[in-house]
């Protein structure tokens, strides 16, 4: 079993940066391919990134450029540092993991972009 918790998020301003955090539990987190997703009010929960335990990355269109995901294997940690924000990134980002046919979510944390 892997627990899965985000931090970082929080209200910033248009064009402002932030990271998020996500913590993993358990001792294969090496092992484990983790992405980020996020659901807006009223929308479906949507891809945003994701990274392979080989360190492959992915992103939607709508973040690629602006957003980068990393992982610390050391801190069981993976992050989405976040540039350039525009108001149609607020959101719930959630953290998920996956290793075969196991699947993890976190608990979310709240990105607000706004003036």
């Known amino acids: 079993q892997v627990q899965l918790v985000e931090s970082g998020g929080g209200l910033v301003q248009p064009g402002g940066s932030l990271r998020l955090s996500c913590a993993a539990s358990?001792?294969?987190?090496?092992?484990?391919?983790m992405a980020w997703y996020r659901q807006a009010p009223g929308k479906q929960r949507e891809f945003v990134a994701h990274m392979t335990n080989g360190g492959s990355t992915g992103y939607a269109d709508s973040v690629k450029g602006r957003f980068t995901i990393s992982r610390d294997n050391t801190k069981n940690t993976v992050y989405l540092q976040m540039n350039s924000l525009k108001p149609e990134d607020t959101a719930v980002y959630y953290c998920?993991?996956?290793?075969?046919?196991?699947?993890?979510w976190g608990q979310g944390t709240q990105v607000t972009v706004s003036s």
């Open positions: 358990g001792s294969t987190f090496s092992s484990l391919t």
């Open positions: 998920f993991a996956y290793r075969l046919v196991d699947t993890y």
